[in-house]
């Protein structure tokens, strides 16, 4: 893995104060413990990887950053003061954008309006005011053209989208209305190589201009190829917060697996999977 | 082996679609189908009455009062939600506007919007237990159902002193000027007129059979183009159908899902008060039994019109259309020479078979499978 | 001729039945042209739409049962107005000839209520419930609130819906919950008065039943001494006697001068025995 | 920074749970909070004589005519369908017995499966249309509902000879050897013995005051384990869970989704077609109103049991009880002091504050937020 | 890219008859051609990836081999005969397994009872003849261990496990019940590393076992780590097939992003994403 990246990388600065902080978060399902007291925290400008196992509890731990779940026990603290966002519609208004894992979208409802739902733009003002059709159709159609994917209309139903269009459309709308922080749950799992190397690019671009990007990732070369900071999460609980030429691929794969041993794959796969 | 830099506006992976194609599958006009066939089979099989003015306004009033009632319910069911219990608020708040109107001797121009406000506290109740307690909307306005009918019955013995029916209105609101709005039929003059003319048939006496287009009629479709224009139109419309398409996903992108179904609830309930208020100036009464299975009635014609039960998917102008065809159907009976014994089969005969139509239509002409 | 016929119940009502059957055989027997309709539920709006429906249709004789002056009235008033002669059946005899009805064949309801609870009474009933499978519908009402000026005792209404198999258990417990209770007035023959009979029988009391109408089930009943009489209003008659003269008037303007007060008529168990038969026919 | 080698047995992610809330997390078992809390209200409420040997028959069984249906309904429900003809199928059913019996003249033996079979063959295509069309269940059995209830009334006429009542059906039945499994009481000497130990109440001639239990109270309770068998212990039951909770992927899994599907519209038919012959046993006739509105409360009793209207989740034990629930209301009232009029009041009161409950409960219970 | 690797890999023997054979396959949805006439074949005993740009059809194509598509035009074969499969359960029957890039689970349902959905294992006979949950349950905690996810236990609700838990539920599942042919659609999207090397190390398995695996990706490295040939598709149709060792990564990756150039990410993912 070279350090020599084309990408700028942002300076973590201890001095700057994170945007979000996340303090000794447990997360309760019923009898199911997620989360078992994990820290966190978001500077603005750099792009922080949240890695892990499967079920680790990554996603509930960013669910929980931006208000679809309330903490079991835990503090938030956003921009410094205490907060708890009830409904990730206060989230996003705080200036939180995320692409779930399951990219929260409507299967019946078209590209444009799925990417506009819950901040649709208007023209017209007082009782002519409504939604204009034809700038969110546009904005779509060029966010998703950014991102190399050449919708065939903006009308088409989400649900009969390929996996990887499905995805781009829930990233090219975080970024779209991203303001201060930009969660992004594992984005370029069902994309193209194309896709994946715009959506890398993206992060870089938007870390520049002074957001701080959440990363999730299992791919090892992905999150070192953007990632200023690595906290790697296990069984629930955190195993540490690592900085870029910290840590090399290989210790950080080791930690993403739980320390458990991998099937016989390095030859082919030259260290990182 | 590298392909041509792709071109959006001629992309080989689209092929040609015709207009008709494209206007079917919009769910607002798969139930045009069904009226269609609905009206060629009466015209075979009913008495030419059926499609005079006369006989058109008759069965369009039903359809109409139907109809208010079916677009509230369309607008809540694309929201994901259902509302069982607007029969009885129909009756309920009938005996809501009868009391202002007979019992305390308010004016029109404070009983109905009294009578709107209270409704929508109703629907409103409905809409909050269903949203704080996480149960299915069924249930919950099932027991509204039950609640609201009863109190009818129990409101109406009280404000006409034992009786089940409240009379009388249709007297003291005669001379109110805002009655016309609410009740009869507008453009009496241009009818007459029309009568004189020729151009709509007359009794053997001389009076035109329509002395006017009931305000019903008129209602019906300003309710459904407003409701067409909100739902593709505005971003209410956008959320109404994200909150019922998926309420999870829709509140994780940032719909305030709940705000969304309390106000759907408010709009069902207010519509079932107008179609109260018409009826109980129209008719002069109201009785325990008024809208008695509306509920029902207004989804089926929902559904007809192309709603999902699931949410998520429907249109306001299905539901228009949805309507006239259960209005045709209803009516239509009486002007054909069939044996009432055999009604119930013919309704359901026509449904089943209107909307299968419907369906198969829209199908050949989207080639879907 | 033709004549349309547009009434509140149901086809698949068994009292409507008859009231239709009536109308059938004197369509045969006159050779008029007969259309017969009625709203699904008791629902007076849509009732009042079938009304206009049949008058545009501009028959020579209209026939209609009229349980709600002021919803109807605007539709018998257009009707009168465009020179349709119009008589009353079952319901609103007397409301209807304020319009200009030309005249009624029915029983009045609440007068037939009054008969009924003065021989309840008279059998020694101090207690009753009065049955009401079809809460709202006001002729209904009519009936139990006549039935209480007649009884002049105690008199529960029971509402219920109109399932035998729950009207039997709430008559049941409503008979365990007060050991006063001696009498039963049920609104309906099948769907509330045979259930009625089966809870009487179960809890081996003593309680003297009745019914509006009949069945042949509950006039089985009255022959066996389960159950005191049922109230007949010869609802055929009804059906029979309008189309009847109403084809006569449509052939030679021919109206007779009154209304035909077709019940109440007392049926028990002297009577009971004969009518069982042609109630099984749907005659009456 | 290594982890612990992962420790199935004794996993640091699950907090140790009281069975309690084990429990409550079945949908099984969801709503015998609902039974405890009416039978609370009612004990304080009502008259004694409710919860003697005697009343507590009077409302089971009501509720196990309709549980038969609830259960049926629960069953398709939980696959993802509706089924709204089943209270005009009990009509239905019951002319096809009558006829079968009085017409034809046929024993029971003969009659009672020809009943099942026809009644299936209806479900059947019910269920065919379904499948076939992709229209919503709730549309294509709710013209079934007109059609059959529509065809009763035609079908009696012409049995009767003009009646809408068929009669006579006990006295050709009474010495049907088959008769005692569908109709009257079970055990009627344990009873009698009861009677004479003085446990149970007698009228004063000393004979029984309840002679046997009503054999629809043994069919319900055998269902309900069936069904709930059925659901839980064999294939079939997973792939009633699987169509129902997404029919899509349940086919892609390899689950016949279709048959599954037809199979439970005609075992929802068959239902009822037990009820109509139950009943039409027990009254000895049957008319054109049997089962009105039957597919209402059968749907109602299935969700306060628990289910889902959307399909995939939901028991039959829940509508067991949610059947249990609704005969108690319905019934309970009349032995109340209650003014008589706030009847649906009340009923619908009643339904709404145990469906509450049950979830306020299990919530509680099982730490859900 | 190392081509020592430590995999067999299958010899693509041309002699033996192919299990399935898709000859010009086309699909159109309504005015939407999805697929514009793809020919493929899959062999016992090989791994043949599917590779192509997001929406250029290879989920459309291999629900198409699984029988959940009919072809618009074109002809299956299945061991040599012309076959169409009308259900999903009819290619089950035949011995097609398959991964959906959705999963096909029922998220309301327990993780043992959407393994065993369709084919669930039963115990007594006749009349007595029922699910039996307990080896059920056993089944799918064992299977589910073997891919490295330590489930909490078998009656978890699939709807509340994480992304890679569920994914591993699927492929669990095709595994154990693909008898001939095993269809993986980006069957490691969600996964971590360690479940990664796992599903790799599986498909070497069942491959050298004689079933033919069909495996579509947009990793790169994954492809080439494991696959014997590799089909590339855009938009709707098939740009060629290639043996393992006739092409190099980097065209691999071109021809997978359509030929278009990707962003500025080479450097730092060394040549490939
Ligand atoms: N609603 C819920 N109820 C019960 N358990 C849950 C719920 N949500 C998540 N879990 C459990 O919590 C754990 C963490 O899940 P989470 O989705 O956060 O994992 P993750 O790190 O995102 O994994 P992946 O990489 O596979 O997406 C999982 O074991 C999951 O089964
Ligand atoms: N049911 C459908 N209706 C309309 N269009 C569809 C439908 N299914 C797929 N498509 C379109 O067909 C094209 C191919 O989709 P497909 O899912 O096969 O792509 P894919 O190669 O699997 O992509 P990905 O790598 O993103 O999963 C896409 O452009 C998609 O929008
Ligand atoms: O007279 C009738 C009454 O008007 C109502 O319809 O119930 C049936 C009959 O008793
Ligand atoms: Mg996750
Ligand atoms: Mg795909």
Same mark, same amino acid.
Request: charged letters at 15%; proline letters at 4%.
């Given at each position: 893995?070279?350090?020599?990246?084309?990408?700028?990388?942002?300076?973590?600065?201890?001095?700057?104060?994170?945007?979000?902080?996340?303090?000794?978060?447990?997360?309760?399902?019923?009898?199911?413990?997620?989360?078992?007291?994990?820290?966190?925290?978001?500077?603005?400008?750099?792009?922080?990887?949240?890695?892990?196992?499967?079920?680790?509890?990554?996603?509930?731990?960013?669910?929980?950053?931006?208000?679809?779940?309330?903490?079991?026990?835990?503090?938030?603290?956003?921009?410094?003061?205490?907060?708890?966002?009830?409904?990730?519609?206060?989230?996003?208004?705080?200036?939180?954008?995320?692409?779930?894992?399951?990219?929260?979208?409507?299967?019946?409802?078209?590209?444009?309006?799925?990417?506009?739902?819950?901040?649709?733009?208007?023209?017209?003002?007082?009782?002519?005011?409504?939604?204009?059709?034809?700038?969110?159709?546009?904005?779509?159609?060029?966010?998703? %053209?950014?991102?190399?994917?050449?919708?065939?209309?903006?009308?088409?139903?989400?649900? @009969?989208?390929?996996? &990887?269009? $499905? =995805? +781009?459309?829930?990233?090219? %709308?975080?970024?779209?209305?991203?303001?201060?922080?930009?969660?992004?749950?594992?984005? @370029?799992?069902?994309? &193209?190589? $194309? =896709? +994946?190397?715009?959506?890398?690019?993206?992060?870089?671009?938007?870390?520049?201009?002074?957001?701080?990007?959440?990363?999730?990732?299992?791919?090892?070369?992905?999150?070192?190829?953007?990632?200023?900071?690595?906290?790697?999460?296990?069984?629930?609980?955190?195993?540490?917060?690592?900085?870029?030429?910290?840590?090399?691929?290989?210790?950080?794969?080791?930690?993403?697996?739980?320390?458990?041993?991998?099937?016989?794959?390095?030859?082919?796969?030259?260290?990182?999977? | 082996?590298?392909?041509?830099?792709?071109?959006?506006?001629?992309?080989?992976?689209?092929?040609?679609?015709?207009?008709?194609?494209?206007?079917?599958?919009?769910?607002?006009?798969?139930?045009?189908?069904?009226?269609?066939?609905?009206?060629?089979?009466?015209?075979?099989?009913?008495?030419?009455?059926?499609?005079?003015?006369?006989?058109?306004?008759?069965?369009?009033?039903?359809?109409?009062?139907?109809?208010?009632?079916?677009?509230?319910?369309?607008?809540?069911?694309?929201?994901?939600?259902?509302?069982?219990?607007?029969?009885?608020?129909?009756?309920?708040?009938?005996?809501?506007?009868?009391?202002?109107?007979?019992?305390?001797?308010?004016?029109?121009?404070?009983?109905?919007?009294?009578?709107?406000?209270?409704?929508?506290?109703?629907?409103?109740?409905?809409?909050?237990?269903?949203?704080?307690?996480?149960?299915?909307?069924?249930?919950?306005?099932?027991?509204?159902?039950?609640?609201?009918?009863?109190?009818?019955?129990?409101?109406?013995?009280?404000?006409?002193?034992?009786?089940?029916?409240?009379?009388?209105?249709?007297?003291?609101?005669?001379?109110?000027?805002?009655?016309?709005?609410?009740?009869?039929?507008?453009?009496?003059?241009?009818?007459?007129?029309?009568?004189?003319?020729?151009?709509?048939?007359?009794?053997?006496?001389?009076?035109?059979?329509?002395?006017?287009?009931?305000?019903?009629?008129?209602?019906?479709?300003?309710?459904?183009?407003?409701?067409?224009?909100?739902?593709?139109?505005?971003?209410?419309?956008?959320?109404?159908?994200?909150?019922?398409?998926?309420?999870?996903?829709?509140?994780?992108?940032?719909?305030?899902?709940?705000?969304?179904?309390?106000?759907?609830?408010?709009?069902?309930?207010?519509?079932?008060?107008?179609?109260?208020?018409?009826?109980?100036?129209?008719?002069?009464?109201?009785?325990?039994?008024?809208?008695?299975?509306?509920?029902?009635?207004?989804?089926?014609?929902?559904?007809?019109?192309?709603?999902?039960?699931?949410?998520?998917?429907?249109?306001?102008?299905?539901?228009?259309?949805?309507?006239?065809?259960?209005?045709?159907?209803?009516?239509?009976?009486?002007?054909?020479?069939?044996?009432?014994?055999?009604?119930?089969?013919?309704?359901?005969?026509?449904?089943?078979?209107?909307?299968?139509?419907?369906?198969?239509?829209?199908?050949?002409?989207?080639?879907?499978? | 001729?033709?004549?349309?016929?547009?009434?509140?119940?149901?086809?698949?009502?068994?009292?409507?039945?008859?009231?239709?059957?009536?109308?059938?055989?004197?369509?045969?027997?006159?050779?008029?042209?007969?259309?017969?309709?009625?709203?699904?539920?008791?629902?007076?709006?849509?009732?009042?739409?079938?009304?206009?429906?049949?008058?545009?249709?501009?028959?020579?004789?209209?026939?209609?049962?009229?349980?709600?002056?002021?919803?109807?009235?605007?539709?018998?008033?257009?009707?009168?107005?465009?020179?349709?002669?119009?008589?009353?059946?079952?319901?609103?005899?007397?409301?209807?000839?304020?319009?200009?009805?030309?005249?009624?064949?029915?029983?009045?309801?609440?007068?037939?209520?009054?008969?009924?609870?003065?021989?309840?009474?008279?059998?020694?009933?101090?207690?009753?419930?009065?049955?009401?499978?079809?809460?709202?519908?006001?002729?209904?009402?009519?009936?139990?609130?006549?039935?209480?000026?007649?009884?002049?005792?105690?008199?529960?209404?029971?509402?219920?819906?109109?399932?035998?198999?729950?009207?039997?258990?709430?008559?049941?417990?409503?008979?365990?919950?007060?050991?006063?209770?001696?009498?039963?007035?049920?609104?309906?023959?099948?769907?509330?008065?045979?259930?009625?009979?089966?809870?009487?029988?179960?809890?081996?009391?003593?309680?003297?039943?009745?019914?509006?109408?009949?069945?042949?089930?509950?006039?089985?009943?009255?022959?066996?001494?389960?159950?005191?009489?049922?109230?007949?209003?010869?609802?055929?008659?009804?059906?029979?006697?309008?189309?009847?003269?109403?084809?006569?008037?449509?052939?030679?303007?021919?109206?007779?001068?009154?209304?035909?007060?077709?019940?109440?008529?007392?049926?028990?168990?002297?009577?009971?025995?004969?009518?069982?038969?042609?109630?099984?026919?749907?005659?009456?």
């Amino acid at each position: 893995m070279s350090e020599d990246s084309k990408f700028h990388h942002g300076e973590v600065k201890d001095s700057v104060p994170p945007i979000v902080q996340m303090k000794n978060i447990e997360k309760h399902f019923g009898n199911i413990i997620a989360l078992a007291g994990v820290s966190f925290d978001i500077r603005p400008g750099e792009c922080h990887c949240l890695l892990g196992d499967n079920g680790a509890g990554k996603s509930t731990f960013i669910k929980t950053m931006s208000g679809v779940h309330q903490p079991t026990h835990g503090e938030i603290l956003f921009e410094g003061k205490p907060m708890s966002f009830a409904t990730p519609r206060d989230s996003m208004e705080a200036g939180i954008a995320t692409v779930f894992q399951d990219l929260a979208m409507i299967p019946l409802m078209s590209v444009a309006r799925n990417f506009f739902m819950g901040r649709e733009p208007t023209k017209g003002r007082g009782l002519t005011k409504r939604f204009d059709v034809e700038q969110a159709n546009e904005i779509t159609m060029t966010e998703m %053209r950014k991102m190399g994917i050449n919708l065939r209309g903006p009308d088409q139903a989400v649900g @009969t989208l390929s996996g &990887g269009e $499905r =995805q +781009t459309v829930a990233i090219a %709308r975080a970024v779209y209305f991203g303001a201060k922080v930009l969660i992004l749950d594992e984005p @370029t799992s069902a994309l &193209g190589v $194309r =896709q +994946t190397s715009n959506v890398l690019a993206t992060i870089d671009k938007v870390r520049s201009q002074g957001v701080g990007v959440v990363f999730i990732s299992h791919n090892v070369r992905h999150a070192l190829a953007v990632g200023d900071r690595f906290t790697v999460l296990n069984r629930g609980k955190t195993l540490g917060t690592a900085k870029r030429g910290e840590i090399s691929p290989e210790e950080l794969q080791d930690l993403m697996a739980g320390g458990q041993e991998l099937a016989q794959l390095e030859g082919s796969l030259e260290g990182t999977v | 082996m590298s392909d041509s830099a792709p071109n959006f506006e001629a992309d080989e992976r689209i092929k040609a679609e015709p207009l008709i194609s494209r206007l079917m599958k919009r769910p607002e006009l798969g139930a045009i189908a069904g009226v269609l066939l609905v009206t060629i089979f009466f015209l075979i099989t009913a008495d030419s009455a059926m499609f005079t003015a006369s006989g058109i306004i008759n069965f369009m009033t039903p359809a109409a009062q139907l109809g208010i009632l079916a677009i509230g319910a369309a607008l809540l069911m694309i929201g994901g939600e259902f509302d069982l219990s607007i029969g009885s608020m129909v009756a309920f708040s009938g005996l809501f506007f009868g009391v202002c109107v007979m019992v305390w001797g308010l004016p029109l121009i404070v009983a109905i919007p009294l009578t709107f406000v209270f409704s929508a506290c109703v629907g409103a109740i409905n809409g909050f237990i269903v949203i704080r307690s996480g149960l299915p909307s069924f249930i919950v306005t099932l027991a509204f159902l039950f609640i609201l009918r009863g109190l009818s019955l129990v409101g109406l013995k009280w404000a006409s002193g034992g009786s089940t029916q409240l009379r009388g209105v249709r007297d003291a609101t005669e001379n109110d000027w805002l009655a016309p709005f609410f009740s009869g039929d507008a453009f009496p003059g241009f009818f007459a007129w029309l009568a004189e003319a020729g151009l709509i048939e007359t009794f053997q006496n001389g009076t035109p059979k329509v002395p006017g287009m009931p305000v019903e009629i008129l209602w019906f479709i300003a309710i459904a183009l407003v409701a067409t224009y909100v739902l593709l139109r505005t971003p209410i419309g956008n959320w109404i159908f994200a909150a019922g398409g998926d309420a999870n996903a829709a509140t994780n992108s940032g719909v305030p899902v709940r705000k969304v179904k309390v106000t759907l609830f408010m709009v069902t309930a207010c519509c079932a008060a107008l179609v109260a208020i018409i009826t109980v100036i129209d008719a002069g009464s109201t009785d325990a039994r008024r809208g008695f299975q509306k509920e029902f009635e207004a989804i089926i014609a929902a559904v007809i019109g192309g709603c999902l039960l699931t949410g998520g998917y429907g249109s306001a102008i299905g539901a228009f259309f949805g309507s006239i065809i259960f209005g045709m159907v209803v009516i239509g009976l009486t002007y054909t020479g069939f044996d009432q014994d055999w009604f119930q089969v013919f309704l359901g005969g026509m449904l089943l078979i209107a909307v299968l139509f419907n369906n198969a239509i829209r199908k050949r002409v989207t080639g879907e499978r | 001729q033709d004549i349309s016929v547009v009434v509140h119940g149901q086809a698949n009502d068994a009292f409507w039945s008859v009231v239709k059957a009536g109308v059938d055989q004197a369509a045969a027997d006159t050779g008029a042209n007969v259309s017969y309709n009625s709203p699904e539920t008791f629902d007076m709006v849509l009732m009042s739409q079938l009304i206009d429906a049949a008058v545009n249709e501009e028959p020579d004789g209209l026939i209609i049962s009229f349980p709600d002056p002021d919803a109807l009235g605007p539709s018998v008033e257009r009707a009168i107005s465009a020179g349709i002669p119009v008589i009353t059946i079952n319901a609103g005899g007397a409301q209807a000839a304020e319009l200009g009805a030309a005249m009624h064949v029915g029983q009045d309801e609440y007068d037939a209520g009054v008969a009924a609870g003065e021989e309840l009474a008279a059998m020694g009933g101090t207690n009753a419930i009065c049955v009401n499978q079809e809460v709202g519908n006001i002729s209904l009402d009519q009936r139990c609130a006549g039935f209480e000026e007649g009884f002049g005792g105690t008199v529960t209404v029971l509402p219920t819906t109109n399932d035998p198999a729950e009207i039997e258990s709430k008559v049941a417990a409503a008979l365990a919950s007060d050991e006063s209770i001696d009498t039963v007035m049920a609104l309906g023959a099948s769907t509330a008065g045979e259930p009625s009979v089966a809870a009487v029988k179960a809890s081996g009391r003593d309680v003297n039943v009745a019914t509006f109408d009949l069945s042949a089930g509950f006039l089985q009943s009255v022959v066996d001494g389960d159950a005191a009489f049922a109230l007949d209003q010869q609802q055929y008659l009804q059906g029979y006697l309008a189309v009847s003269v109403m084809a006569l008037q449509a052939k030679f303007g021919l109206m007779p001068g009154g209304d035909v007060a077709s019940g109440p008529n007392l049926i028990t168990a002297d009577k009971a025995g004969q009518v069982i038969e042609l109630s099984a026919q749907g005659i009456r």
